[in-house]
T-cell receptor, first 117, second 115 residues
């Protein structure tokens, strides 16, 4: 139980294009999902908190017009990187808050590697 | 603001031995959660263990156990009978119980298991 999927797992795009990443909770409903960014050999940096049916809450320093987040249903959140540039290349990870036999916690997707050329 | 500190960038252990990873945190809250997550080379984050701050009993999950010292704001992870598959980055994380419960991560400890 508590499986989270991400699609695509890897994407390469040209500078200036937009890229959409999907995050799905497969076997539970998640009213709250989170988006993280991770640079090589670094920790996870929270970008934003996504709540179903409402606007996302962005962390300080994260451009909300560049990283568009939509949480349209209880099982799906999307992150769109608009007008991507090489500095946006990174590993993006989503998580969903859910409950299992181990209590309420965050379950993570497998991540999406974005490379902007 | 809450912070999580992992003072050991790298650790190594012999297979079948025991290793302890350190974590300290800073918060003014009294009700919160603490976690250890494992990130193997696949980069999939895996929950290792979870501790609720109001529980005095230390959490255990098979070979993994924690030493939770609330007053000292310390939350170390002990891995017993280390296995080659335990090799990974280990992240300590904190979340305040209430609101969105977003996670604050430490910088991680890279664990190497030597055969």
């Amino acid at each position: 139980g508590a499986v989270v999927s991400q699609h695509p797992s890897r994407v390469i795009c040209k500078s200036g294009t937009s890229v959409k990443i999907e995050c799905r909770s497969l076997d539970f409903q998640a009213t709250t999902m989170f988006w993280y960014r991770q640079f090589p050999k670094k920790s996870l940096m929270l970008m934003a908190t996504s709540n179903e049916g409402s606007k996302a809450t962005y962390e300080q320093g994260v451009e909300k017009d560049k990283f568009l987040i939509n949480h349209a249903s209880l099982t799906l959140s999307t992150l769109t990187v608009t007008s991507a540039h090489p500095e946006d290349s990174s590993f993006y990870i989503c998580s969903a808050k859910g409950t299992s036999g181990r209590g309420e916690t965050q379950y993570f997707g497998p991540g999406t590697r974005l490379l902007v050329l | 603001a809450q912070t999580v500190t992992q003072s050991q960038p790298e650790m190594s252990v012999q297979e079948a031995e025991t290793v302890t990873l350190s974590c300290t945190y800073d918060t003014s809250e009294s009700d919160y959660y603490l976690f250890w997550y494992k990130q193997p080379p696949s980069r999939q984050m895996i929950l290792v263990i979870r501790q609720e701050a109001y529980k005095q009993q230390n959490a255990t999950e098979n070979r993994f156990s924690v030493n939770f010292q609330k007053a000292a704001k310390s939350f170390s992870l002990k891995i017993s009978d280390s296995q080659l598959g335990d090799a990974a980055m280990y992240f300590c994380a904190y979340s305040y119980r209430g609101g969105s419960e977003k996670l604050v991560f430490g910088k991680g400890t890279k664990l190497t298991v030597n055969p």
